[in-house]
């Protein structure tokens, strides 16, 4: 058996229909109706699914034998579905080393046909100067992290469509790069904002202008009313009177403090 492109027989959706679904199961004679394996075509557009080996019989059948991966855990061994096929594309039997393909009908069964499907179709509207395999999405080996704007998040629905050509690959656009801030214009930009009057947080953090940013209390401790309380209080009302007279005569307004006092931060 070889991985031969050319040997693989034109398998289309509704070959894949007729056997998941209106074919007869050999051991049950019962139609299969295996719906869900419809759906398969997730596998392919998930990069689960590898390239079939295939076995040309001199009967005019084709035998395949593919490798899948499992859809529920990406450490166990690779699945081995295989299905015997006919040149037009009727599927005869098919069975997977899955519990479900037992069955003769599981989704890795239908991935395959679906990969069949995706090659056949690329195979008959591909130039002679085209690669091989370039057009069809590359097996996944393991899993590599990557960033989130690296991520591609295109449901499968979109990348089927994309594999057969109903819809236009999308380009994703570059980010423009961008050179950052000197020194120089960082600086004016502060200064702008220092000038402004509205008191931006983010001038709280620089050194040139975090003075302006701590507590008042902190800075101007005269202003503070609990220093102007005294031990001994006057006994009568006009003595009291006559204390704040001489307190007032000594308190004096200091510009900075009747700067801030205009800021809504004051208190």
């Known amino acids: 058996?070889?991985?031969?492109?050319?040997?693989?027989?034109?398998?289309?959706?509704?070959?894949?229909?007729?056997?998941?679904?209106?074919?007869t199961s050999f051991?049950?004679?019962?139609?299969?109706?295996?719906?869900?394996?419809?759906?398969?075509?997730?596998?392919?557009?998930?990069?689960?699914?590898?390239?079939?080996?295939?076995?040309?019989?001199?009967?005019?059948?084709?035998?395949?034998?593919?490798?899948?991966?499992?859809?529920?855990?990406?450490?166990?061994?690779?699945?081995?579905?295989?299905?015997?096929?006919?040149?037009?594309?009727?599927?005869?039997?098919?069975?997977?080393?899955?519990?479900?393909?037992?069955?003769?009908?599981c989704c890795h069964i239908g991935a395959v046909l679906f990969y069949v499907e995706a090659a056949v179709a690329k195979r008959e509207t591909r130039v002679c100067t085209d690669k091989d395999n370039s057009w069809l999405p590359p097996p996944v080996r393991f899993l590599e992290g990557k960033e989130a704007g690296d991520l591609e998040f295109s449901s499968s629905q979109m990348k089927k469509s994309i594999l057969d050509m109903e819809k236009p690959l999308r380009c994703k656009q570059k980010r423009l790069i961008t050179d950052g801030a000197t020194d120089e214009e960082w600086s004016?930009?502060?200064?702008?904002?220092?000038?402004?009057?509205?008191?931006?947080?983010?001038?709280?953090?620089?050194?040139?202008?975090?003075?302006?940013?701590?507590?008042?209390?902190?800075?101007?401790?005269?202003?503070?009313?609990?220093?102007?309380?005294?031990?001994?209080?006057?006994?009568?009302w006009s003595e009291v009177l006559g204390q704040c007279s001489r307190l007032a005569e000594r308190l004096s307004i200091d510009q900075k403090v009747q700067r801030f006092s205009i800021c809504m931060t004051f208190f």
């Open 27 to 105: 051991v049950t004679r019962q139609q299969l109706k295996a719906y869900k394996s419809l759906e398969a075509h997730n596998y392919l557009t998930s990069c689960w699914v590898h390239q079939p080996c295939v076995k040309a019989l001199a009967d005019g059948r084709v035998v395949l034998v593919g490798k899948v991966r499992h859809s529920q855990s990406f450490s166990d061994k690779l699945l081995t579905p295989w299905l015997l096929v006919k040149e037009d594309g009727e599927v005869q039997a098919a069975h997977c080393t899955c519990k479900a393909g037992l069955g003769e009908a």
């Open 188 to 236: 004016s930009f502060l200064s702008s904002c220092h000038r402004s009057g509205s008191r931006p947080a983010l001038l709280a953090l620089e050194d040139e202008f975090y003075e302006d940013y701590c507590p008042v209390a902190t800075k101007f401790l005269s202003i503070i009313l609990t220093n102007l309380q005294e031990d001994e209080v006057p006994s009568t």
């Open 1 to 23: 058996m070889r991985r031969d492109d050319s040997l693989l027989p034109r398998v289309d959706f509704t070959d894949i229909k007729d056997y998941l679904v209106h074919a």
